[in-house]
Structure formats: structure tokens, C-alpha cells
């Protein structure tokens, strides 16, 4: 199974871009790249995903490299409720259970 | 909004007992699964239920089991609580596989 690898911790301060880089080299041509974020004392929650394309959503976009071995998730101006840790993960599309979840990045935010 | 829902967001036990974790969803999802969660090794799967009745062990499922009796309930049964399933106890669903899951807020349990 194809797994991700992500920065421990991030800084960024508030109202400003944050750029949070992935690293997928195995993945597959059917897996999917997912992110989730989980703020404290509260289960993770979906953010976006995409398959070769950019996606945007009313809560980020995510770059996707050409050759897919990378991902970026981009939030356009930080808030102080963005500060959590953040989980790249690749969901194969003919397998909706098997997820490797790393530890993720922990973003903080400054004010 | 679609919705998870654990029954418990806190839970202390004694050692040897039997403890039940619910979890209920209102999306209609057939996939179902239970995580738990510790601090520097991340989300792992004990078990997760692709249907009615039916169930698939997950990485770690030694001292669990799971229940699964209507679609949108799924229960995971600790059978003789131990204190190293003192943990933050996930439940999630999901829809056709392309789809993000959805998590409920979590379960705190301490075996004490």
C-alpha cells in the first residue's frame, strides 16, 4: 500500500498563505489523493481530494504535480481555526478500506 | 449535514470489564469502520463492516469485536477492557470509495 510522507510541524502566520507539501512516490494510478485535518480533542475531518487535476473547495485547493509523486495543500489565508494536524492520504479507488494514516503535519498558526 | 455520532465522548472502565462502543450514522453508507488513536502512532484500523452482518479485521482487532446489526449502527465491543485499550476510539463511514470518510467526534476511553 502506497504511503505518504509529510513534514512533522509547520508555522504560518494568520491571514497569510500555507502551502503543506505530500509526498507520495508509490502511488498508484487508481489511488486517489485525500486530505483530512483534525483539529484537538476531535476526529478528523475531510478537507479535499483529487485525482490528477487541481481541486479547489470552499476550505482549500490542492496542487497536484504532473506526475502525481507529490501534492500540495494550500490554504489561501490562515485562521487561527486552521491550526490542527493536517493528513495526506491516498484512498484506492477499488479499495475503500485499506488508508495508511500517517502522523501528519501539525500546523501552527500565529496570530 | 451529514452526521456520525459517538455515543460517548468520555468513558472510564475497570480492568475485566466488557465495554460497548457505539456508533451511529444518518448518510446511508454501507462502509463503516472503528480507528483508534494514539499519541506518535497515529489512526489504526481495528475493524470495519462493508454491510449488514458483515465485518473485516482490520490491523489490530486482538481484544475486539464489532456488531453490526443495521446499517447505520455499528458497535465496537471491548471484551474484557484492558488498560493498554486506554485510547481515543474513532468512528468513521464512508460512501462509494472515491469519497472521503466521515469521522464522529471520538471516544475517550480510560481503563482504569
Known amino acids: 500500500d502506497a504511503k505518504t510522507t509529510q513534514p512533522n510541524s509547520m508555522e504560518s502566520n494568520e491571514e497569510e498563505p500555507v502551502h503543506l507539501p505530500c509526498n507520495h512516490s508509490?502511488?498508484?494510478?487508481?489511488?486517489?489523493i485525500h486530505w483530512y485535518r483534525q483539529l484537538p480533542s476531535q476526529g478528523p475531518e475531510y478537507v479535499i481530494h483529487?485525482?490528477?487535476?487541481?481541486v479547489n473547495n470552499r476550505m482549500a485547493s490542492l496542487a497536484i504535480a504532473e506526475d502525481r509523486k507529490s501534492s500540495t495543500l494550500i490554504l489561501h489565508r490562515a485562521t487561527l481555526r486552521d491550526a490542527a494536524v493536517y493528513y495526506c492520504i491516498l484512498k484506492n479507488a477499488g479499495n475503500n478500506r485499506k488508508l495508511i494514516w500517517g502522523l501528519g503535519t501539525s500546523l501552527a498558526v500565529n496570530p | 449535514d451529514v452526521k456520525v455520532t459517538q455515543s460517548s465522548r468520555y468513558l472510564v472502565k475497570r480492568t475485566g470489564e466488557k465495554v460497548f462502543l457505539e456508533c451511529v450514522q444518518d448518510m446511508d453508507h454501507e462502509n463503516m469502520f472503528w480507528y483508534r488513536q494514539d499519541p506518535g502512532l497515529g489512526l489504526r484500523l481495528i475493524y470495519f463492516s462493508y454491510d449488514v452482518k458483515m465485518k473485516e479485521k482490520g490491523d489490530i482487532p486482538e481484544g475486539y469485536s464489532v456488531s453490526r446489526e443495521k446499517k447505520e449502527r455499528f458497535s465496537l465491543i471491548l471484551e474484557s477492557a484492558s488498560t493498554n485499550q486506554t485510547s481515543m476510539y474513532l468512528c468513521a463511514s464512508a460512501a462509494p470509495p472515491v469519497y472521503g470518510y466521515t469521522f464522529g467526534s471520538g471516544t475517550r476511553l480510560t481503563v482504569v
Open positions: 508509490t502511488i498508484s494510478g487508481t489511488d486517489y
Open positions: 483529487g485525482l490528477t487535476s487541481n
